[in-house]
C-alpha cells in the first residue's frame, strides 16, 4: 500500500483522505490494484461514489441467490471502470436508474435481459445504436448519452450496467485472425442459477442470453483463434487491445470446444516462455502464450479452424529459442521441440516451405 501511495506524487493527499473516509478495506483495495495512471488521476469523490454504490448491491439479491462471494465481488462488481476508458462518475446514475428494472426479478439471466432491452430500447427510439467509435476512451456515461458505439464500447456499457446492480461481468475479445488480423468484443456475466459465466454480445439486437457463440461459429461469423478475459484490474492502457495473453484468462471454454496439445522440450529449459503459432495467410499468427517451469506445457485451441492449419509452438529463454511444429492438430497431440536459435537472429522458419523441411508432420 506504501508503494502505491508513493507513486501517486501529488495525488497522494487524495488517496489519503479517500482511505480515511472509508470503506477502508474496499478504498484499500482499489487503490493496492489501481495502474500509475489512475494513482495519480483518480478523485476522491470517484472513489467515494464507487465504493458507496457497489456496496449497496452486496447484498442479499433474488437474482443473485443470495449474497455474491466476496472475492467475486471485489473482482467483477467493485472496480471503478471496466477497461481503460476515461475516469468519470457513473455507478450513482447507473445504479439510481436500473436498479427498479432489476425489481421483483428472480434469475440473472431475467435482470440481464431487462438490461439489454432498456440499453437497446425499442426500434423507432434506441438509446444506443452500433456504430463508429470516434475515440476509443469513452466511458459506459459517455457512450449513453452519445447514443452510439463500436463492439468495444456498447460491451463496456453493458458491463457497468450489470455490475451496477450487482451482477459479475467482465469484457472479453475474440480474434478473427482467419479472415483479416481483426478481434471483436463481447462480454460475459455470472449467471448464479446456472454457476457459470454466460456470454453476450451487447453490439448485436439478437445478442442478449448468448447461448450464441457456437452458433455464430457454425455459422462462419466467428471464426476464433484466440478468446480471453480482460483484467478486472488492468495495470496499463491498452485501449486498442493490441496486448499478448501470457497470463490472461482463456474464455474458449464459453465458446467451442478445444483441442489439448503438450510441449516435450528436447533440452529443458527452467522457465521458458511458450507460445503457439498457427499458418495463416502467409505468416505465423500467435494464438497462445503461457510460461511454465519444469518439463514443458500445454496450449489449448479453438476446434474448427485452427484444427485445420499447421501449429508452430517456441520456447525461449534468455534469449535461445526452440521450436518444433505438427500438422492439423489432433486432441491430445505432443509438440517436440528439437531447433534452436538465437534472439535477434532466425529462430524459426517463416514460410510453410521451410515449416515442412523443419519437420511438420
Known amino acids: 500500500m506504501q508503494q502505491a501511495l508513493d507513486r501517486a506524487g501529488d495525488n497522494r493527499p487524495v488517496l489519503e483522505a479517500s482511505i480515511k473516509a472509508g470503506p477502508e478495506d474496499d478504498v484499500v483495495y482499489l487503490i493496492r490494484r489501481a495502474s500509475q495512471y489512475d494513482l495519480v488521476n483518480l478523485t476522491r469523490e470517484q472513489l467515494m461514489e464507487n465504493v458507496t454504490y457497489a456496496r449497496k448491491v452486496h447484498v442479499e439479491l433474488p437474482y443473485l441467490q443470495g449474497r455474491l462471494d466476496d472475492a467475486m465481488w471485489r473482482e467483477w462488481v467493485l472496480p471503478y471502470r471496466v477497461l481503460d476508458e476515461d475516469l468519470d462518475l457513473w455507478r450513482k446514475r447507473f445504479h439510481d436508474t436500473l436498479m427498479p428494472l432489476a425489481a421483483g426479478k428472480h434469475t440473472t439471466a431475467e435482470v440481464a435481459d431487462a438490461l439489454f432491452d432498456w440499453m437497446w430500447g425499442p426500434d423507432d427510439n434506441r438509446r444506443v445504436k452500433f456504430g463508429v467509435s470516434e475515440f476509443r476512451t469513452k466511458s459506459a456515461a459517455q457512450t449513453l448519452e452519445v447514443g452510439e458505439g463500436a463492439c468495444r464500447e456498447m460491451n463496456l456499457l453493458f458491463v457497468a450496467m450489470l ?13 478473427w ?7 471483436h468484443f463481447y462480454c460475459e456475466y455470472w449467471d448464479a442459477q446456472e454457476k457459470k459465466w454466460c456470454a453476450t454480445d451487447a453490439s448485436d439486437r439478437q445478442g442478449r442470453r448468448f447461448s450464441l457463440p457456437k452458433a ?5 461469423r466467428w471464426k476464433p483463434l484466440v478468446a480471453y478475459v480482460h483484467p478486472a484490474y488492468p495495470e496499463e492502457r491498452d485501449i486498442y487491445g493490441r496486448n499478448l495473453w501470457e497470463g ?13 496439445m ?8 527452467k522457465n521458458p516462455v511458450y507460445t503457439a503459432y498457427v499458418w495463416n495467410s502467409g505468416s505465423w499468427r500467435p494464438v497462445a502464450v503461457t510460461r511454465k517451469s519444469g ?11 485452427s484444427t485445420t492449419r499447421p501449429v508452430l509452438v517456441t520456447a525461449c529463454e534468455d534469449g535461445k529459442y526452440q521450436w518444433g511444429f505438427t500438422g492439423i492438430p ?3 497431440d505432443v509438440v517436440r521441440l528439437r531447433g534452436t536459435g538465437a534472439a ?8 510453410l516451405e521451410d515449416s515442412f523441411k523443419g519437420g511438420l508432420r
Open 163 to 175: 455490475r451496477s446492480v450487482g451482477i459479475p461481468a467482465r469484457h472479453c475479445t475474440v480474434g
Open 177 to 183: 485472425w482467419y479472415q483479416i488480423d481483426e478481434r
Open 216 to 220: 455464430e461459429v457454425a455459422s462462419g
Open 248 to 260: 490472461r484468462e482463456s474464455a474458449l471454454d464459453q465458446l467451442i470446444s478445444r483441442r489439448t
Open 262 to 269: 503438450a510441449v516435450q522440450e528436447e533440452t529443458p529449459a
Open 295 to 305: 518439463d514443458g506445457a500445454r496450449f489449448s485451441f479453438a476446434d474448427l479452424s
Open 330 to 332: 489432433a486432441d491430445g
Open 344 to 351: 535477434g537472429r532466425l529462430a524459426w522458419p517463416l514460410s
